[in-house]
């Protein structure tokens, strides 16, 4: 069957049970607005506020992601049953089915699918009411509730392997890079969240892959916290931990298309594929569509892409945009170095300091101001300039040390955001 052909279908069932003649207005909306105008929440916000409201439910059949996958290139049938089944929408961030309430003295009827093209799932949201004023109330309501219920969502990232990891607020005034990185990064993202309907119009799958590269210490992963603190969708995770499998990431990327559109992060990537339990072909497959990933934005970090498998860069359905996040230039260290120690040492110092720290990541320039301060508060005494110039000494033997083979300080932090601060 036909996507459009299983498209008519369903949008005539709901069509023909709400003639136009007895007063019926139809609404359509796809996922993206669906989550946007907060219908994906209808269920939940009628349960914990509304329960009354309620006159009618029934949810459609729902099949496994196994029996989904058998149905490559088709479509899924949806058959309506009465029975309640709740299992699957604890497990899931929207709801399917039919839902029938009564809002100010008039009937309004919901009805979701799933619909399964060659590329992907989408949901499809239809609404039929008797009174668009009554709508309109309704929607201001759900839109409240559903406002709420993102605010608290966006609280955590969620590891599919281990404790959720909490949002940290990080101003993106407080990362330092080239003039006009960040904002390409931002727009990217923005871009993908608001272009659900140009990614259907275009007939291209609705999923993306950034990837962001580069020497480690340079703000891949406080890119990702900034990101994940400042986007109002769903992020999920992998921990990189010893005991990390495939079916994590599966995991990760099946919790992800449930509440789609989301974001599923890959925390150093190289790292992640050496695990003893992850089969590079096997994430190579998923990324390649085996799983159905509509509205999936991955984001994945790496430090060194030449340990990736060429085969990771070198197809535009994996990662179609690569970010080299490039060793600070003076003009970044001098910013950051401010930003620290702006309070306590001259500017003199601090230029030359920057001046001095060609070559070196953020993790180490910042890690001179707050060594420099650490002893300072251990000799019971005020900082000076001296103090920073002493730091600048000790942390560059630091490094020297660490290319010979003792761990520096980016190791220690490289383990990604999720033991990193
Ligand atoms: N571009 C940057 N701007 C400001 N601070 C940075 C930047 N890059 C790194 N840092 C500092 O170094 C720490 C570690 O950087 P991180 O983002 O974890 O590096 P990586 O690129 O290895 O993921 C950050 O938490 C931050 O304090
Ligand atoms: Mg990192």
């Known amino acids: 069957m036909s996507e459009s052909r299983f498209l008519n279908q369903h949008i005539q069932f709901f069509a023909s049970s709400h003639p136009h003649e007895m007063g019926w207005k139809l609404y359509e909306y796809p996922s993206g607005t669906a989550y946007r105008i907060s219908l994906v929440y209808l269920l939940d916000f009628l349960q914990d506020r509304h329960p009354a409201a309620i006159k009618r439910r029934a949810t459609i059949k729902e099949l496994s992601g196994k029996e989904l996958d058998q149905f490559a290139g088709e479509t899924c049938c949806p058959e309506l049953d009465v029975e309640w089944d709740l299992s699957n929408e604890l497990e899931s961030d929207t709801w399917h089915g039919l839902i029938e309430i009564e809002w100010a003295g008039h009937s309004m009827h919901f009805f979701s699918?799933?619909?399964?093209?060659?590329?992907?799932?989408?949901?499809?949201?239809?609404?039929?009411?008797?009174?668009?004023?009554?709508?309109?109330?309704?929607?201001?309501?759900?839109?409240?509730?559903?406002?709420m219920r993102k605010k608290r969502d966006a609280r955590h990232i969620q590891a599919v392997n281990g404790e959720n990891i909490p949002l940290t607020p990080v101003s993106w005034e407080d990362i330092f890079l080239p003039p006009g990185f960040i904002e390409a990064i931002q727009s990217n993202v923005t871009a993908f969240f608001e272009g659900q309907e140009r990614y259907r119009a275009l007939g291209i799958p609705y999923r993306r892959g950034l990837l962001f590269t580069g020497a480690p210490g340079c703000g891949k992963t406080l890119t990702l916290k900034a990101l994940a603190y400042h986007?109002?969708?769903?992020?999920?995770?992998?921990?990189?931990?010893?005991?990390?499998?495939?079916?994590?990431?599966?995991?990760?990327?099946?919790?992800?298309?449930?509440?789609?559109?989301?974001?599923?992060?890959?925390?150093?990537?190289?790292?992640?594929?050496?695990?003893?339990?992850?089969?590079?072909?096997?994430?190579?497959?998923?990324?390649?569509?085996?799983?159905?990933?509509?509205?999936?934005?991955?984001?994945?970090?790496?430090?060194?892409?030449?340990?990736?498998?060429?085969?990771?860069?070198?197809?535009?359905?994996?990662?179609?945009?690569?970010?080299?996040?490039?060793?600070?230039?003076?003009?970044?260290?001098?910013?950051?170095?401010?930003?620290?120690?702006?309070?306590?040492?001259?500017?003199?110092?601090?230029?030359?300091?920057?001046?001095?720290?060609?070559?070196?990541?953020?993790?180490?320039?910042?890690?001179?101001?707050v060594n420099a301060l650490l002893e300072c508060a251990h000799e019971d005494k005020a900082p000076g300039d001296s103090d920073l110039l002493r730091s600048l000494k000790t942390i560059r033997a630091q490094r020297k040390d660490a290319s010979k083979g003792v761990e520096s300080l980016e190791e220690q932090d490289s383990v990604g955001f999720c033991v990193s601060n």
């Open 231 to 369: 986007t109002a969708a769903k992020f999920v995770t992998v921990l990189g931990k010893a005991d990390v499998s495939d079916k994590d990431i599966e995991n990760a990327l099946d919790v992800a298309c449930s509440g789609s559109p989301a974001v599923v992060l890959f925390e150093d990537l190289d790292k992640l594929i050496e695990s003893k339990d992850v089969s590079l072909a096997h994430f190579l497959n998923l990324l390649d569509g085996l799983k159905v990933m509509s509205g999936v934005l991955v984001i994945a970090t790496c430090n060194e892409p030449e340990k990736l498998d060429p085969a990771l860069l070198h197809r535009p359905s994996r990662f179609d945009r690569v970010w080299t996040f490039p060793l600070p230039a003076l003009e970044q260290r001098l910013a950051l170095l401010r930003k620290h120690g702006g309070l306590y040492f001259s500017d003199r110092a601090l230029t030359e300091v920057a001046r001095r720290t060609q070559g070196m990541s953020m993790t180490y320039v910042q890690e001179i101001v």
């Open 113 to 147: 699918f799933l619909l399964k093209s060659g590329y992907g799932y989408a949901t499809i949201y239809q609404v039929a009411t008797q009174s668009n004023v009554a709508l309109r109330t309704f929607t201001h309501a759900l839109d409240d509730y559903g406002r």
